[in-house]
């Protein structure tokens, strides 16, 4: 709740003492009534139930691996495209201007590593643990390199621009939804099958965690430099 | 079970309400309204101590393509109506031959060596930064800003301090904003630099991975959602704002700054820079069969600095650019419309310009060139006076330099010396003959002496161009009499007797402004 009332006094100060209120009745409302549902019949399977969603998050162990990955796709992708900007970077800019520019490069690929590893964790949450969970590091490393590849299509054929009418675009995104879900299905059954295809996951999304120590420190550095200069 | 809340529940709540006033203590982000509000002491209505100024520029828009100056088509017949009743400028060149120094030079009154903006989204020298034109003349007028061109809105940023109204970038249009927009208001340069122009470019591959697909996408979505609504009107697709995702349609731009007019404190001096008719080409349907006429214009040797691109295809962008311009002058003349029955004409002094022009011709197309020919150099500059109803037609040549010190007469303040323009003639006295030039210098770095640059010398009816430090250029000069050769066909440079003497005056500037670069050995 202080989270919510932070950023929303951030964005709109008018508005953090409404959110403030409807947040308080919330609370309230849901204080009352989780103990109410929790001593219900019916309120007990949903807490179970919820309980048992909750336990489907993998453990740090597993998660490490993963977003470790991910950092690796995309922060390489980040720098290796930084490499053509920087030239032009070093005519109109200023030794400190370059490296406030590179602050701000790097605080949003932090955030993005973060977005797509929400996304991962979702999949995770709604997939059943047979095809997900079970086999996490390897099938959420299969899930990273599938939306980097997606992503790299996307770019380099420009395809989003050319969706014609919102039914295109709603195809596209099932189409993107489904390509997940037949490789998670398929990656399922060919990791119980063959014990090698996961150890190899395993193995690259392990060595990656080195890319974690270095890219964590240096985006939450550059988040921090991006947030002062515009909070103060 | 209880019903009612017990103590712990109690004091969960109380907690919750406590926080709220403290947060309202913490830093906040004010997106949206960064810039001082309206200045109610300059009351709206109130009695006008001196006439308002309102800049109208179009980007791109070359005077040669014009019907005030000649043009085989009757591309804007509403702005040669305007110009009926003012002062028009023929021989107006600008300042570089794209937006960001050419602008620069307006906002500054100095040349492109002297601010230090050369390329795409440049600053100007933070040193020059209070000697603007909003900084000079904010005792005087209410100051208000618009442009919907990313690069020009960097520069408006740089000088927000003196504005009273700032209209940001997004405003009017159909879809979209920008980054450094949206987010951040008090580190927008690096913010543009490095989200909008890098990580979620939409000209480039972006440097983003995944959230500029993402971006990408739900821009898609938000486009054909609003061409659901006036899709049929553009079947080329909406104009577009260049390097943003933002899409428009003029009629509505012009309606907004309309309406926004209303709520501006007289006297104010308002600069309005509007994206059409910039790339891409896109006008109205009613627009789309216009200028099907067979006519071609006069074919020219494709230039060596040139992307030689074929001219058919040059004559078919033409064609689409001459469509545009005829779609944007029905606007404009909507907005002077709007201006005489408000009465705002005649108590304003009213310039219509451009930034830059464009090319078609020697096998480019467009301003992202090193070339700088006429098309891409000449720009319209029309001035109504208050009370002024005959047409004067000024043939001096005068350059975008020249409209800062004009404005600082119009206001009755002292020209500064630093000032590298001079009063316009019809509006001050007409000066002795004078070089005014133009810089190309998107390839040199700003922190170093020009060694790779095109610099046109314009004196009376010569013009004098040097390609510095482009292996491609012949011979590094060319040279054109304008008046009995407009059209730059022959290169005068190795017989005019004119040439050297103007090379020798290029030469000496070039070192002057290098000067204070070099390094002391």
Known sequence: ?232 | MKSSINRRDFLKLASGLMLTPMVSTLPKLDIGQSYPALNTSMTIGSELTSPNVIIILFDALSALNMTTYGYPRNTSPNLARFAERGLVYHNHHSAGNFTTPSTASFLTGVYPWTHRAFTYGNRINEQLVPENLFSLLKSVYYQVAYTQNLFADTLLRQFSDSLDRYIPLSSFSLTGGTFYDKLTQKDSYYAMGSLDDFLFDQEEISGSLFLSALNDLISTITLRIAESKYGDQYPLGFPKQPKTKLAFTIDQVIDGVIQSMAHWASPFLAYLHFIPPHAPYRPHRDYQNMFDDGWEPVEKPVHPLSRGTLQASLNRNRREYDQYIANLDVEVGRLFNHLEESGLMEKSYVIFTSDHGELFERGMQGHSTRMVFEPILRVPLFISVPGQRLRQDIYTPTNTVDLLPTLLHIAGLPVPEWCEGTVLPGIGDVSASRPTYTLEAKSNSTFEPLTKASIALIQDQYKLIRYLGYSGAPHGYEFYDLQNDPEELINLYRTHPAAKELQATLDQKIKQVNQPFIKAS
Request: aromatic share 14%; hydrophobic share 60%.
């Open chain 1, 1 to 232: 709740m202080s989270a919510t009332l932070g950023i929303a006094a951030m964005i709109y100060p008018p508005f953090c003492f409404l959110v403030g209120a409807l947040t308080t009745i919330g609370c309230a409302a849901f204080v009352r009534t989780k103990k109410a549902i929790i001593l219900s019949p019916y309120g007990s399977n949903w807490y179970n139930e919820c309980m048992r969603v909750l336990s489907k998050i993998p453990t740090r162990q597993e998660l490490l691996p993963v977003f470790s990955l991910i950092l690796f796709f995309v922060y390489s992708w980040t720098i290796y495209r930084m490499l053509f900007q920087i030239p032009s970077w070093l005519y109109s800019h200023s030794k400190t201007g370059i490296f406030f520019l590179v602050a701000y490069v790097f605080a949003v690929a932090l955030i993005e590593s973060l977005f797509l590893f929400g996304f991962i964790l979702l999949v995770n949450l709604i997939l059943p643990r047979r095809l997900f969970r079970d086999q996490f590091i390897a099938q959420g490393s299969l899930m990273v390199i599938a939306c980097t590849i997606w992503a790299l299509i996307l770019k380099f054929q420009n395809a989003s621009s050319g969706l014609r009418n919102l039914l295109e675009v709603s195809a596209w995104i099932l189409v993107f939804i489904l390509s997940l879900l037949i490789i998670a299905v398929v990656s399922s059954f060919l990791m119980q099958r063959y014990q090698r295809v996961k150890s190899v996951l395993e193995a690259i999304a392990d060595r990656m965690i080195i890319f974690a120590w270095i890219y964590v420190p240096v985006g939450l550095v550059s988040l921090a430099i991006v947030l002062v200069r515009n909070l103060i």
